[in-house]
């Protein structure tokens, strides 16, 4: 027979599990370097590079060409930097451990408030198109059910009356409402603003906001266009209302 005049007393059994293993640990360090590309080299939480910066390499610079005029992106050496000067200290000497906000958290953007710097453009959908739009220029959309939030009072944590609610802002790939967008009264600032709808508790005569109190509204981060909202913006406006959880009170 050919295989055995072949291959003789060679164990074809054997050679196949080998490549197998070498196969797999192969495909694991693969895995492991591309999930590198972003967050590495490592720091500690001064912002000083990490001396332990585990088992694997920092993976070779790749460029992914983006869609829709959004350029190239290299990364690993091509991230965006992270924030410094951070409003922080530390409450121990050793790494680990829970650091001090050192100046106005919610203004600051720290703690609970920290928001990540992305980049200060639009989401796009599949077509180049802002994904997150107000509902009011979307004539598509409507409410199908439940209660429309148009027109309500806004309730702060204190129950006082910041605002009224004059638009929903959704996201048209995911068919979701993604904020819910108010006007202030002069008591409490100018201008609107945006809620995150899941910081909102949209009820029969009102929509609740139990984060803020009233006289944080006013510091509620502003949007720089009426028509759509950056990802920068949007870490913004929903780090502030998560801060305002533990430091609005």
């Known amino acids: 027979m050919v295989g055995v005049n072949f291959f003789g007393n060679f164990d074809l059994a054997s050679l196949s599990i080998w490549l197998f293993w070498l196969f797999f640990a192969g495909l694991v360090y693969y895995l492991q370097t591309e999930n590198m590309r972003e967050g590495y080299p490592l ?27 959004q350029g190239n992106l290299t990364v690993p050496s091509g991230q965006r930097p992270d924030r410094a000067d951070l409003a922080l200290e530390r409450s121990v000497a050793h790494e680990g451990f829970p650091h001090i906000p050192t100046g ?20 796009l959908d599949g077509h180049g198109h802002a994904k997150i739009t107000p509902m009011a220029g979307n004539p598509d959309f409507f409410v199908s059910a439940g209660r429309d939030p148009r027109g309500l009072p806004v309730l702060s944590r204190d129950d006082q009356v910041v605002g009224h609610v004059t638009d929903m802002w959704i996201d048209g790939p995911e068919h979701m409402v993604r904020y819910v967008e108010f006007e202030l009264e002069p008591e409490h600032g100018q201008g609107k603003r945006l809620v995150p709808i899941g910081m909102a508790r949209v009820k029969e005569k009102w929509v609740q906001v139990r984060s803020l109190r009233s006289e944080h509204f006013n510091g509620v981060p502003r949007i720089g266009s009426d028509k759509q909202i950056t990802k920068l913006e949007e870490e913004k406006v929903s780090a502030y209302y998560g801060g305002g959880t533990l430091y609005s009170r």
């Open 104 to 123: 106005d958290p919610m203004a600051d953007g720290v703690g609970p408030a920290s928001w990540a710097n992305r980049e200060d453009r639009p989401e």
């Open 43 to 69: 720091q500690d939480e001064d912002g000083n590079q990490a001396s332990n910066q585990g088992a694997f390499p920092v993976p070779k610079d790749k460029t992914f060409i983006r869609p829709h005029g």
